[in-house]
Structures are given as structure tokens and as C-alpha cells.
């Protein structure tokens, strides 16, 4: 969400008020914010979602290939089954179409 916004700003504005404008709102945020998009609550997230078999008929290719994204860039600190690795585990990675 953010990114989108910093290249937003990037194109209306340019690089430099960009950057600052990006600098200004992140320090402005407070912790729970950021709390909210942190990798262990996504990974809960996530997961609880996969845990549903009928939950993959809503898995298009573009949200799968977010999600996979997602787990192979985890904070080096994060450690998690990556449910793409132990997709047995989680049946809405194994629903076929009829």
C-alpha cells in the first residue's frame, strides 16, 4: 500500500518530494499500523484462509502468485511453513476446478 502510494507520488510529484512525503508518513504511523501488516500476522492470516478447501475456487493465478511472492520474501527474522513447500497441509492449495 504504500509502495503504490510512494509511486504515485513519484509520478506527480517527482523522486525527491516522493521520498520525503514517504519519510514524513512513515514515521508519523503509529506502532499498531504497522503491526498490522507485519509478516506474522499475514502469515496467520494467510493461513487460516488456505486451511479451506473451498476457499481455492477463489484462488485465481494472480493471487496465488502474490501469495507464493510473499512467503519468498519473508523477514529474514520470520521463520514459518511456507504452506507453497507443505501445500498437503493446506487444502485450499489442492482444489481443482471441475
Known amino acids: 500500500m504504500q509502495l ?29 499500523e504497522d503491526e498490522a501488516w507485519s509478516d506474522e500476522i499475514l502469515d496467520e492470516e494467510i493461513k487460516q484462509v488456505l486451511s479451506s478447501y473451498e476457499h481455492g475456487r ?14 519468498n520474501t519473508l523477514d529474514c527474522g520470520f521463520k514459518t511453513r511456507n504452506p507453497f513447500k507443505k501445500s498437503q497441509y493446506f ?7 471441475s
Open 4 to 32: 503504490t502510494k510512494f509511486f504515485i507520488d513519484v509520478e506527480n510529484h517527482g523522486i525527491s518530494k516522493a521520498a520525503a512525503l514517504f519519510s514524513a508518513e512513515y514515521d508519523e504511523q503509529e506502532s499498531e
Open 91 to 97: 487444502p485450499a492449495l489442492q482444489y481443482r476446478a
Open 58 to 71: 477463489y484462488l485465481d493465478v494472480d493471487l496465488t502468485a502474490h501469495l507464493e511472492y510473499f512467503y
